[in-house]
C-alpha cells in the first residue's frame, strides 16, 4: 500500500499584530488573563485589504517555489470565513498560479474541521492515482467582534500543503477515529460578518469530543497514548489545547505531567499559534509546522497525534509518521522572519482596521 501524506506546507500570516497587552489596557482587563488564562501573546490582525484568498496566494507561492505545477490536478480550500457562497476560493487560487486547466477545484466546511475532511480527501484520491499532486489550503479570518468575549481569541493566517504519495514531511497513517454532533456552541449565519459564540460550552464540547474520537480512533488503530511521541490540537487558544492534552492523559490512565514537562511536549506546537492567534482550519496544522520547526531535536520517526475540532460540531483524532529528512523541506527562517518583521499596530490602529 502507498504511503501518502503532507510533502511539504508553507504559512502565511498578516503583515500586521496587536499585542495582547495593548487590548487588555484597552478592555481593562488584567494582561494575565490572556497571556497566562488564554496563553496568548499577540494575534495577527488582516487589513482591509486582506481576505482568506490573498493570504492563502501568499502561502501557496512560498509553497510552490521551485515546484513542477503539472501534476497538480485538485485544489482543495478548507475556510470558515470565505468570500462567497457559491464559487469556491480555490478558483482564484488556479488562475493566480497558473495551475494545470485539468484540475478539480473544490471549498470545504466544516468550521475548524473542514482542513481535516480535505485532508482525509486528498489522501484517498492520492490512493487511486499515486502520480497526482494535491494542493490543500486552509485560510481564515477569525472575528468575534470588538469587546466580545471572544476578541482576543481572533486571528489570520493560511497555511498550503502538498499532498503526494512519498511525502517528504509527515506520513499520515490510515485508520482514525471521528464523531459529529448537532450543536450551537460556535456558528456565524449567513447574514454576520462575525461568530456567535457560547465560549464555555464550546471549550466543554471541544473536551468532551476529544475524548470520543481518541476511544473511537485507539479501537480503530489499537494505538494508545503511549504510542505517540508528539501530540497536536486545533489550537483556538494555547491554554485549550493544555487543557486537552491533560484529559487525553487523564482518559487514557497515564500519571499527570508536572508543568515543565506538560510545557515541554506541547511548547514547540505552541510557539506559531501564540504569536497568530487562532486562524480556524488552519490552526492545527500552523501547530504541525510549528513543531517540526520549533523543536531542536531530530524528530524523524517519531508519531503525532492529531486533533482536529470544528464547531458544530465534527471532530477526529488521526496520526501521522514525521519522514526522514523532513527538516531539508521546512522553510523556517521565512516563517519566523514573516512574524519577527510584522508591523505592531497601536489599540487605535486596530480598532481603524477592524
Ligand atoms: N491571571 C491568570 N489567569 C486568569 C486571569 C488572570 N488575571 N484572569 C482570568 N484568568 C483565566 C481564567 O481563570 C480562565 O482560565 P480557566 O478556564 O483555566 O479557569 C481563563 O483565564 C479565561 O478566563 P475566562 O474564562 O474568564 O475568560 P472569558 O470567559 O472572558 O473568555 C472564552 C474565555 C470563553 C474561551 C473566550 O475567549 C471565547 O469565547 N473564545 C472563543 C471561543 C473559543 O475559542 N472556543 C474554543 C472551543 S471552540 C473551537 O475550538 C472552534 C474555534 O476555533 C472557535
Redesign the pocket.
Known sequence: MSIVGIDKAALYSSHYAVELSTLASARGV?P??YS???GLHTMAVSPPDEDIITLAANATAKLLEGESLTDIDTILFATESGIDQSKAAGIYIHRLFNLPKHCRTLELKQ??YSATAGLQLGLSLLKDNPKRKILLIASDI?R?GLNS??E??QGAGAIAMLLTVNPRLVAIESGSGFVSEEAM??WRPNYRDE?L?D??Y??E??LKLLRESFEEYSQVTGRVYADHQHFLY?I??P??AE?AHQKLMLCSLVSKLDSDSLSALLHPGFVYGRQIG?C?TA?LYIGLLSLLEQHTQDLSGHRVGFYS???GACSEYFSGLIQPHYRKVLHASFHQALLAQRQILTYQEYEQFY
Open positions: 488584567d494575565d488573563k497566562v488564562g488564554l468550521a475548524c477569525a468575534y468575549s471572544g482576543a481569541t456552541d460556535f461568530a459564540v465560549g464555555k464550546s471549550c464540547l471541544y486545533h483556538p487558544f491554554r485549550l487543557k487562532n480556524y490552526s475540532y470544528g464547531s
